[in-house]
């Protein structure tokens, strides 16, 4: 089948940072599906994994960001089928989505939306588990019983990044959640005008004083915090504003750490969301991450989530994912970007991946 990847960390640039090869198609386990990939979506993962290859002679598949169809199912597997529609995120312990055909384990997947196609539904699932897992089970906000609403008390959500993928999905997602005050950041009137648009209660300028803005407008200090975006730049200012007792959830590492004594007086807490943990440590609750997308599923199809239309830029090839490594590495992109199809083929199945 074929793959794309690399022998050795290399910078987008170079012609053999990512290379077209042929593997033996993989084998399920158990508990695994066999999907054939028909789209992928590229995220700073993957350029920040692939710039960790280790030199040891071995070559490396990357790609977190997966829709294809199931091709055949492990012998432990419930509630899937041959001829499935699935997207899904995976594992960073196991080779990439950037293949032909792929294995996962089946409680990492869901069905995919309906209305989308395989290409708008591979932008989805890194973007949506995340938001997922930060706004209700990191910032302990009430999850909704699938689309039903509950009762909160009011609070205020602030959402730093509010016009990229995952501010996107945090704003509409956060809009489920009663009581919630939800103020985002953006620069430029286009983006204000899109957080806006998408439900948020007010934005700010990240680019200038958010703090003195909060205050001139008389807006509440957040409860909570989700920063999305330049950590090492908001931090200091997002402790001063953040509300006493509240909680800043990153997604993003700090290129230098934090000083926690800033959150102190506060009794405040910096918490972390990493998409990937529950894959790479095999936790017992890993299976959630299916629960998630099949919900996120569920919610685009009634019309109550608006998915990111993403920049497709061709078919799946070393030239192209090489392309939006580049653009990734240079922080060069709106939205997300996504492959779609591999030129016909022939696969023979019978190796372990």
Excluded at 263 to 283: N, V
Excluded at 324 to 330: F, K, L, M, V
């Amino acid at each position: 089948m074929k793959v794309i990847g690399a022998w050795r960390a290399l910078p987008a640039s170079e012609p053999q940072s990512l290379v077209d090869h042929e593997l033996p198609a993989p084998l399920p386990k158990a508990t695994d599906l066999l999907v054939r990939v028909e789209a992928v979506s590229i995220n700073p993962a993957d350029a920040r994994v692939r710039m960790r290859k280790e030199a040891d002679d071995t070559f490396a598949v990357f790609g977190w960001d997966v829709a294809g169809t199931v091709v055949d199912i492990g012998t432990e597997v419930t509630g899937f089928s041959p001829g499935d529609a699935v997207f899904y995120a995976g594992d960073l312990t196991r080779p990439g989505g950037n293949a032909e055909l792929h294995i996962v384990e089946a409680g990492l997947v869901s069905r995919r939306p309906q209305g989308l196609s395989a290409a708008h539904a591979a932008a989805l699932p890194l973007t949506a588990l995340t938001v997922w897992e930060a706004l209700f089970e990191r910032l302990g906000l009430p999850e909704p019983d699938g689309m039903a609403e509950v009762d909160a008390p009011a609070r205020t959500l602030l959402i730093v990044g509010g016009a990229g993928g995952v501010g996107s999905m945090a704003i509409q997602v956060a809009r489920m959640v009663p009581g919630l005050t939800i103020i985002a950041t953006a620069s430029r009137s286009e983006t204000r005008d899109w957080c806006l648009n998408l439900g948020a209660d007010a934005v700010i300028d990240h680019s200038g004083d958010m703090a003195a803005e909060l205050t001139a407008r008389d807006l509440p200090a957040p409860d909570l915090i989700l920063l999305a975006a330049d950590p090492d730049t908001h931090f200091p200012i997002l402790a001063a504003m953040l509300a006493p007792q509240g909680r800043i959830c990153c997604i993003v590492p700090f290129d230098t750490p934090p000083d926690m004594n800033l959150l102190m007086q506060k009794s405040a807490a910096l918490t972390w969301e990493f998409m990937f943990t529950r894959a790479m440590f095999a936790t017992p609750d890993r299976a959630r991450q299916g629960v998630i997308l099949n919900h996120v599923a569920t919610l685009i199809d009634a019309g109550r989530l608006i998915p990111a239309v993403p920049e497709i830029l061709g078919p799946i090839n070393a030239a192209n994912l090489r392309a939006a490594h580049s653009r990734i590495e240079g922080k060069r992109t709106i939205g997300k970007l996504v492959l779609a199809g591999f030129p016909p083929t022939t696969i023979n199945q019978g190796a372990s991946l």
